[in-house]
């Protein structure tokens, strides 16, 4: 506000500028209300932002959950869901350790190496477990419901559902290679077009779960003074299941009887299966 000389040389300049006091007052008191006022509206509008945006994000996250689970009933189950609990029986018992490997080299040896008889003995009790009726498993029909993939009730116990621990197969499997290393002692006839074509199977097989489930530990190499030498070290940390708890699972449902594979049951599991070309098809009951 200008004020000119005259005016403030005046007796009345004082009240004068003491009312042009009061008005600036009041324009300050307007002007920090105003500003209060624009801050809440800005905060406001940024809350209104926010709290858009958090509702955005909770439907796409609710909507990913409720696809999930229509996948899951469709049959088109996302991968990384495929065997996780509760679809998988054993996960119950999946507990992991850390355990460091032996090299297995220069006498650092464990009982699954060497040629004998008890080393032969050994890994049969890897994979055999708490039956004579192969390694198979049974689960009940609650647990059968939740697989990704079809299987069949037991004939003459049809409360439960005939399943196979993929690990057992495997250690069958790399049980069957380590024999044909030694044929001699294993007297396997490597000629013999079966055992060709099943060792075939064996390494197809392997190859496949090492890709599945690849081991994320790391080899790790390290100075070696007696040899003056940087060299990888095989005794590195690895994280692992505790693979007794799972036997001991495996074994609290082992199947002991005898079942008879001509006999087919029609069950009311609507469950799709997978074929090795990755298709799905429709239950067959």
């Not at 002007?31 to 209060?36: F, P, T």
């Not at 509702?55 to 409720?66: D, K, Q, S």
């Not at 199947?255 to 429709?282: A, C, F, M």
């Amino acid at each position: 506000m200008f004020l000119c000389p005259s005016q403030l040389a005046s007796q009345e300049s004082e009240a004068y500028h003491a009312l042009l006091q009061s008005d600036a007052d009041e324009l300050d008191k307007e002007r920090l209300v105003e500003e209060a006022s624009s801050r809440l509206a800005s905060t406001t509008h940024r809350w209104k932002i926010l709290a858009f945006c958090e509702a955005i994000l909770i439907f796409l996250l609710v909507g990913r959950v409720y696809y999930d689970a229509s996948a899951t009933r469709a049959g088109s189950t996302p991968s990384h869901l495929l065997y996780s609990a509760p679809a998988a029986p054993a996960r119950e018992a999946v507990e992991y350790k850390v355990q460091v490997f032996h090299t297995g080299f220069h006498e650092d040896f464990s009982k699954y190496q060497e040629i004998s008889n008890e080393t032969d003995q050994a890994w049969l009790d890897l994979y055999n477990v708490g039956t004579l009726i192969d390694r198979f498993t049974r689960i009940t029909k609650e647990e059968a419901v939740r697989l990704p993939n079809k299987t069949a009730p037991i004939p003459g116990d049809e409360d439960h559902y005939l399943v196979l621990l993929h690990v057992f197969h495997d250690l069958h499997c790399l049980n069957y290679i380590r024999r044909g290393l030694h044929p001699e002692h294993s007297r396997f006839n490597l000629s013999d077009s079966n055992v060709a074509f099943h060792l075939d199977h064996c390494v197809e097989s392997l190859r496949r779960t090492l890709m599945c489930s690849p081991d994320l530990s790391l080899l790790v190499w390290q100075w070696e003074d007696e040899r003056q030498l940087t060299l990888p070290q095989d005794t590195s940390a690895h994280e692992c299941v505790n693979f007794d708890r799972l036997t001991e699972w495996a074994e609290n449902r082992a199947l002991i009887n005898e079942w008879d594979r001509t006999k087919h049951l029609v069950d009311d599991l609507q469950i799709p299966i997978y074929h090795s070309d990755g298709s799905t098809s429709g239950s067959r009951g």
